[in-house]
């Protein structure tokens, strides 16, 4: 599996994040690298629960913070219509779009004959639920 | 328009902002129950993202009758209330027309409209319409300033809308293309998701115009709500007078601004002094009408200001260039750097005092000519800061 920089990593390297949801980095940090992360903007820590990113801009550094350990830690979204994860590092609009979003449409849906209703029987369901 | 003809008619229908629009239904259900704490929702949010939509939607899907009113149109104490004070959960006719009575839900736009100062009571109606009606009120408004706007953030509850996502404008601008049986490229489409940063009604803007054959590279963005440099700086780049116009009426929050920057690179001009009294006396009618526009509250007026103001440009910078040079009285809101605005907000508080003058006064006649004597090394990065800025 590559990460946006082209960067090789092992599958079980890898720590999937979504936006406002606590992660655990399944590493021993130490005091130090964990006080350094926690000072990012748009990290938080939640004792218990773990770290909680609410800005997709603190990645790259959280990266880099944790390269030594040779973990990545990838972004991800959940599609509104088919509930599937989406991958924000590799979407086009990566530049352009807001960086605390945690709810966006997959490509696959997106390129569907029918993705109107679909999304319309997406947002029914939830509203049910 | 297409952004009429497509506005959501349910709520299912609006795009984006999910956690918001849950937010909102939850209040709105504690309300009903009467565990809300606030007399109602104040939405908040840049233009375009579908508040309004949210909000006609949701009285759809609900059973509302929407009462809608905007705060720019009505801004004072008793015309809001001639406007809105009548109404209670049992005002409307729709027992009469349908057979069931809906409730009535007021909707008050555009509420950053109100200045507590220059509106007065414009504030206080609103919270009193929404206590004394026992109706469920929604307020929107595109920028809330927490110390103008204290008592609507303390009276009612602050969602946020944000922009969509390009991939949400991108579904958006492929249903109306494919309702109106549109070929157009997916290229094409993801070139307006791109540009249009997140405002839906410019998205669906930018498509209708491609429908009649428009090329996107000449279409502009929205121009409303534009910081106070790149509006400067699209006023002096614009190609036609009429370009200028349309960025002052859609940025009137600026002209207070755009006066005092237009005198300050008028005087630093080295224009000829007959050239120079001229223009000045142009721009002292502009000033004196603008202050008389908000001084007697005589809205009337602006269309005067509308052709004079754009005017003064257009000629205006045929002699002059704008540079970014931040005028004295701004200096204020340009520091960006946190240290430097501490150490100026330190000296703030100490200087004007010691020198028996106010502080804008300071601000403006002394400290450009002093900085170097009057700020010691504890403000360093202050009076490095200025002699970037003063020179």
Same mark, same amino acid.
């Given at each position: 599996?590559?990460?946006?920089?082209?960067?090789? $990593?092992?599958?079980?390297?890898?720590?999937?994040?979504? $936006?406002?949801?606590?992660?655990?980095?399944?590493?021993?940090?130490?005091?130090?690298l964990?006080?350094?992360?926690?000072?990012?903007?748009?990290?938080?820590?939640?004792?218990?629960?773990?770290?909680?990113?609410?800005?997709?801009?603190?990645?790259?550094?959280?990266?880099t913070?944790?390269?030594?350990?040779?973990?990545?830690?990838?972004?991800?979204?959940?599609?509104?219509?088919?509930?599937?994860?989406?991958?924000?590092?590799?979407?086009?609009?990566?530049?352009?779009?807001?960086?605390? $979003?945690?709810?966006?449409?997959?490509?696959?849906?997106?390129?569907?004959h029918? $993705?109107?209703?679909?999304?319309?029987?997406?947002?029914?369901?939830?509203a049910?639920? | 328009?297409?952004?009429?003809?497509?506005?959501?008619?349910?709520?299912?229908?609006?795009?984006?902002?999910?956690?918001?629009?849950?937010?909102?239904?939850?209040?709105?259900?504690?309300?009903k129950?009467?565990?809300?704490?606030? +007399?109602?929702?104040? +939405?908040?949010?840049?233009?375009?993202?579908?508040?309004t939509?949210?909000?006609?939607?949701?009285?759809?899907?609900y059973?509302?009758?929407?009462?809608?009113?905007?705060?720019?149109?009505?801004?004072?104490?008793?015309?809001?209330?001639?406007?809105?004070?009548?109404?209670?959960?049992?005002?409307?006719?729709?027992?009469?027309?349908?057979?069931k009575?809906?409730?009535? #839900?007021?909707? #008050?736009?555009?509420?950053?409209?109100?200045?507590?100062k220059?509106?007065?009571?414009?504030?206080?109606?609103?919270?009193?319409?929404?206590?004394?009606?026992?109706?469920?009120?929604?307020?929107?408004?595109?920028?809330?300033?927490?110390?103008?706007?204290?008592?609507?953030?303390? %009276?009612?509850?602050?969602?946020?809308?944000?922009?969509?996502?390009?991939?949400?404008?991108?579904?958006?601008?492929?249903?109306?293309?494919?309702e109106?049986?549109?070929?157009?490229?997916?290229?094409?489409?993801?070139?307006?998701?791109?540009?249009?940063?997140?405002?839906?009604?410019?998205?669906? %803007?930018?498509?209708?115009?491609?429908?009649?054959?428009?090329?996107?590279?000449?279409?502009?963005?929205?121009?409303?709500?534009?910081?106070?440099?790149?509006?400067?700086?699209?006023?002096?780049?614009?190609?036609?007078?009429?370009?200028?116009?349309?960025?002052?009426?859609?940025?009137? %929050?600026?002209?207070?601004?755009?006066?005092?920057?237009?005198?300050?690179?008028?005087?630093?001009?080295?224009?000829?002094?007959?050239?120079?009294?001229?223009?000045?006396?142009?721009?002292?009618?502009?000033?004196?009408?603008?202050?008389?526009?908000?001084?007697?509250?005589?809205?009337?007026? +602006?269309?005067?200001?509308?052709?004079? +103001?754009?005017?003064?440009?257009?000629?205006?910078?045929?002699?002059?260039?704008?540079?970014?040079?931040?005028?004295?009285?701004?200096?204020?809101?340009?520091?960006?750097?946190?240290k430097?605005?501490?150490?100026?907000?330190?000296?703030?508080?100490?200087?004007?005092?010691?020198?028996?003058?106010?502080?804008?006064?300071?601000?403006t006649?002394?400290?450009?000519?002093?900085?170097?004597?009057?700020?010691?090394?504890?403000?360093?990065?202050?009076?490095?800061?200025?002699?970037?800025?003063?020179?």
């Open positions: 599996m590559s990460t946006s920089s082209g960067q090789k $990593v092992d599958k079980k390297n890898i720590i999937k994040v979504y $936006v406002g949801s606590p992660f655990q980095p399944r590493i021993r940090l130490g005091a130090t964990f006080k350094s992360i926690v000072r990012l903007k748009g990290v938080e820590y939640r004792r218990g629960q773990g770290f909680i990113i609410s800005d997709l801009s603190a990645i790259p550094r959280l990266n913070l944790l390269s030594r350990f040779n973990v990545v830690i990838v972004p991800y979204g959940r599609c509104i219509i088919c509930g599937k994860d989406v991958r924000c590092d590799q979407c086009e609009y990566l530049d352009l779009c807001r960086k605390d $979003v945690d709810i966006c449409i997959c490509r696959s849906c997106l390129e569907q029918d $993705v109107w209703n679909k999304y319309i029987q997406a947002q029914r369901k939830i049910r639920s | 328009m297409w952004t009429e003809k497509y506005r959501p008619k349910t709520v299912e229908e609006v795009i984006g902002n999910e956690k918001a629009k849950r937010i909102f239904i939850n209040w709105v259900n504690d309300w129950a009467g565990k809300a704490k606030e +007399l109602g929702i104040l +939405l908040v949010g840049p233009p375009g993202i579908g508040k939509s949210w909000v006609h939607a949701f009285a759809n899907s059973g509302y009758t929407l009462i809608e009113t905007n705060a720019s149109d009505y801004r004072s104490q008793s015309a809001l209330k001639e406007r809105l004070g009548h109404v209670t959960k049992v005002s409307t006719l729709d027992t009469f027309f349908y057979g009575r809906k409730e009535p #839900l007021i909707f #008050l736009d555009e509420v950053d409209g109100l200045d507590p220059r509106d007065r009571g414009g504030i206080q109606a609103v919270i009193e319409i929404a206590k004394s009606s026992g109706v469920l009120t929604v307020l929107a408004a595109n920028i809330i300033d927490p110390k103008q706007h204290k008592d609507l953030i303390e %009276n009612f509850y602050v969602i946020e809308f944000h922009p969509l996502t390009p991939r949400q404008i991108e579904l958006l601008l492929k249903r109306i293309a494919s109106e049986n549109l070929d157009i490229p997916d290229s094409k489409i993801r070139e307006i998701a791109s540009k249009a940063k997140g405002d839906a009604r410019t998205a669906i %803007n930018m498509l209708q115009s491609i429908a009649v054959g428009m090329e996107i590279s000449i279409m502009e963005p929205t121009i409303e709500n534009l910081p106070f440099s790149t509006f400067m700086k699209r006023l002096f780049e614009a190609a036609s007078y009429e370009e200028i116009s349309t960025l002052i009426q859609s940025n009137i %929050n600026h002209i207070p601004d755009l006066i005092q920057v237009l005198w300050d690179i008028t005087m630093r001009s080295g224009m000829d002094i007959n050239f120079l009294l001229d223009y000045l006396k142009e721009l002292s009618e502009i000033d004196i009408l603008w202050r008389k526009i908000n001084l007697e509250r005589k809205w009337g007026l +602006l269309r005067y200001l509308f052709v004079l +103001l754009p005017n003064y440009i257009y000629r205006v910078r045929r002699y002059i260039t704008y540079e970014e040079k931040i005028p004295e009285y701004r200096f204020y809101l340009f520091v960006k750097n946190r430097v605005r501490e150490q100026r907000d330190e000296a703030l508080e100490l200087l004007p005092r010691l020198f028996h003058v106010s502080k804008r006064k300071f601000m006649e002394v400290l450009p000519y002093s900085y170097n004597v009057i700020l010691h090394d504890a403000w360093k990065d202050f009076r490095e800061w200025c002699s970037r800025v003063y020179g």
